[in-house]
């Protein structure tokens, strides 16, 4: 996933949270590659389970296709029963991870702290970080939308420079709309995307703000992508259960 100064090349990354052994994560892509062949207009990266990832990769090379890890640890060794290291995921070939999502913040306690410390890691080994923000529907129906995303990025771009944050990429995903079929509007989205590019220009700077690619994850499926993606600011998307099948997730990557 690389930035471009003058334009911001659309990305749509697949999450397949826990599903697929390696032979399913395979399958899929047996069946999907020769459905994106070819395709340039938008980067293309999923993010397979742990013990799919090495496969999912091997399969990959020399395709269109990128692939990462969905979480990591931000130490490259220790006592750290369950966890993965960033050194581990770059000896295997792995320079994505997903960092910060709401599953993650909600069932294990993830803190915006430990994104942060993450987020260094990642930049320290030259790993490209999709880190995610959104808030809860009580946040948004009490009027704190624009604070509590301010907060989650302050907290995970905390001392990270411009120049460091080169390849990051941000994804917006209201809590709300994740799995639960009420995707945002465009509108709804285009908005907190702004928000969340005025924070970065505060955090960092406005050019890091211009550059830095936001994606809008939450419910996105084939039939709702293309009014999201004539958003000024939605840069791609995040796509958690749509991305499961293939032909679904090229007809998402193929949006008009
Ligand atoms: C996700 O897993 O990041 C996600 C957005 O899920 P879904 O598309 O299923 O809402």
């Given at each position: ?180 079929g009420?995707t945002?509007?465009p ?32 419910s996105v499926k084939p039939e709702n992508i293309s009014s999201l993606m ?9 796509v958690?259960?749509a ?5 679904n997730?090229?007809a998402i990557?193929?949006y008009a």
């Amino acid at each position: 996933m690389e930035n471009s100064s003058s334009m911001r090349k659309p990305i749509i990354v697949g999450n397949w949270k826990m599903y697929k052994t390696p032979k399913e994560s395979l399958a899929f892509l047996d069946a999907f590659l020769p459905l994106v062949a070819g395709h340039e207009r938008d980067e293309i990266a999923l993010f397979p389970t742990i013990s799919s990832l090495g496969y999912v990769l091997d399969a990959l090379a020399g395709s269109n296709v990128r692939a990462g890890a969905q979480n990591m640890h931000w130490l490259d060794e220790g006592p750290y029963t369950g966890e993965t290291s960033p050194t581990m995921l770059m000896s295997i070939g792995c320079k994505h991870v997903l960092l910060g999502h709401s599953e993650q913040r909600l069932y294990f306690n993830e803190s915006y702290d430990r994104v942060n410390l993450k987020l260094k890691a990642a930049i320290n080994h030259g790993i490209t970080p999709v880190v995610c923000v959104g808030e809860l529907l009580a946040e948004r129906q009490d009027g704190k939308t624009e604070e509590v995303l301010r907060d989650q990025l302050r907290t995970a771009m905390n001392n990270i420079t411009a120049s460091e944050a080169a390849h990051l990429v941000i994804a917006y995903e209201p809590i709300w709309a994740i799995g639960t079929g009420s995707t945002a509007t465009p509108e709804i989205a285009a908005e907190a995307h702004a928000i969340i590019r005025h924070q970065l220009a505060e955090c960092c700077t406005p050019t890091l703000a211009e550059n830095t690619r936001i994606l809008y994850g939450g419910s996105v499926k084939p039939e709702n992508i293309s009014s999201l993606m004539q958003q000024d600011g939605i840069d791609g998307a995040l796509v958690g259960g749509a991305s499961l099948a293939a032909a679904n997730f090229a007809a998402i990557v193929k949006y008009a």
